[in-house]
């Protein structure tokens, strides 16, 4: 929990820090579930070629 006594401006300091990190976190996933789509492109395209 934050402490009572942030003012508004360390409050928004520590929102936009807090976005920040959430858009990290995502861009992250994104990048993992890419990969994962295309291994499994790749993983279909050799079965069909089999």
Known sequence: MRPKSLNFEQLV???KQELL???NRIKQ?????????????????????S
Request: no cysteine; proline share 0%; hydrophobic share 20%.
């Open 21 to 23: 990190n959430d858009e």
């Open 13 to 15: 300091k520590e929102n």
């Open 29 to 49: 996933i994104e990048l993992r579930l890419e990969k994962k789509h295309k291994n499994l492109l790749k993983k279909e395209e050799k079965e069909l070629q």
